[in-house]
């Protein structure tokens, strides 16, 4: 009896100075990128790609005037695919934004879905951002067996919803159907790569 409350006490003192020491923290988002990766289709290195191929087109997109004056543009990467959304105010900067980021290494395809001459509001962004969020958790009621809805990425962008991912098409047509009636949606675009059933 002695042993086990030694043991408790132990085990309490050690958690709590993980906790207090930030270490915690590190431990479960350890667990959680691993839990992430194993779900993934991707393998681990081109998960790591598709970041820093993010990262180095939001430093080209932060670091041109141009880009910051006249346009908000949201850059998504999946599978060293890049998908642009957003609103710019002519279609000469986005297209030059385009080209930068399709001339970067191991890049496999840019899709550009910015809206020109929209400017978005406060309001709208809210919206896309929510409708986001109901399109992913409508994702956890396709019933078929093997299919997780954290492996499809979905986008936004006034009221459009863009679905990006590594799927079956059994897969793919199921989280379109799903996600076809979500409300809100004004229109949904396939941006899938097809996988063997």
């Known amino acids: 009896m002695k042993g086990n409350i030694l043991t408790a006490r132990n085990l309490l003192i050690c958690v709590l100075s993980l906790v207090l020491t930030g270490c915690a923290a590190v431990i479960i988002g350890g667990a959680a990128v691993t839990a992430k990766v194993a779900h993934d289709r991707r393998s681990t290195g081109t998960q790591v790609e598709d970041q820093e191929v993010f990262l180095k087109a939001a430093d080209i997109r932060n670091n041109d005037e141009q880009l910051q004056k006249n346009s908000d543009i949201d850059i998504t990467v999946f599978n060293l695919h890049v998908l642009l959304t957003g609103e710019a105010a002519n279609k000469d900067i986005v297209e030059a934004f385009r080209q930068r980021v399709a001339a970067m290494p191991r890049v496999r395809a840019v899709f550009n879905e910015v809206a020109i001459g929209a400017e978005a509001t406060w309001g709208e962004a809210t919206a896309d951002a929510y409708l986001t969020s109901k399109v ?47 409300s809100g949606v004004k229109r949904v675009v396939k941006l899938f790569e097809y996988i063997d059933e």
């Not at 009621?141 to 991912?165: A, C, H, N, W």
């Open 136 to 182: 992913k958790v409508a994702l956890f009621d396709i019933q078929i067996e093997g299919f997780d809805p954290t492996r499809v990425k979905v986008t936004s962008s006034q009221g459009s919803v863009y679905l990006m991912g590594l799927l079956t098409p059994t897969e793919a047509d199921a989280v379109i159907e799903k996600t076809r009636f979500v």
